[in-house]
């Protein structure tokens, strides 16, 4: 991760005008979609949906709009030690998930299993998740101990 600093500088009133606007109407597409998706309780789905997309929406708004005029970028930030013990566990839950994928196929394969694929993949999903950060919090530990 790279590191960023604060300054004391602030974006033109118009940035913040349009990181609200993009958050906004983001926000509202996503709520109108959540809720064409129930329309026997439109309004609740409709709203859950807002909730839920606000802050991420608001924040891709700062994102695009206010943090180039906030945030000064570290020139080394690609060099960083947090960043390079990440990409070593992404690595590593690559290999390991890569592995445990071709032993459930073989085991499938050779049993003619018959399993859906939406739960399998899901389990791969979550086991690749743990996986890296597990991984990436025994690098972490090895490194500062």
């Known amino acids: 991760?790279?590191?960023?600093s604060f300054t004391s500088r602030r974006a033109p009133v118009h940035h913040y005008v349009?990181?609200?606007t993009l958050g906004a109407i983001l926000t509202i597409a996503v709520a109108v979609l959540v809720g064409a998706s129930n329309p026997g309780d439109f309004w609740l789905a409709a709203g859950i949906g807002a909730l839920c997309t606000v802050y991420?929406?608001?924040s891709l708004g700062a994102k695009v709009f206010v943090s180039n005029h906030t945030v000064a970028r570290d020139a080394h930030g690609e060099q960083s030690?947090?960043?390079?013990?990440?990409r070593q566990a992404g690595a590593g839950a690559f290999l390991d998930v890569l592995v445990a994928t071709?032993?459930?196929v073989l085991v499938l394969v050779i049993g003619?299993?018959?399993v859906d694929a939406l739960p399998v993949l899901l389990g791969l999903v979550?086991?690749?998740a743990l996986d890296a950060g597990v991984r990436y919090l025994v690098i972490r530990y090895r490194a500062l101990k």
């Open 1 to 4: 991760m790279s590191k960023a």
């Open 18 to 20: 349009l990181a609200t």
């Open 56 to 58: 991420p929406a608001m």
């Open 81 to 86: 030690v947090e960043l390079q013990w990440m």
């Open 102 to 104: 071709i032993v459930a």
């Open 112 to 114: 003619r299993f018959t």
């Open 126 to 128: 979550v086991l690749s």
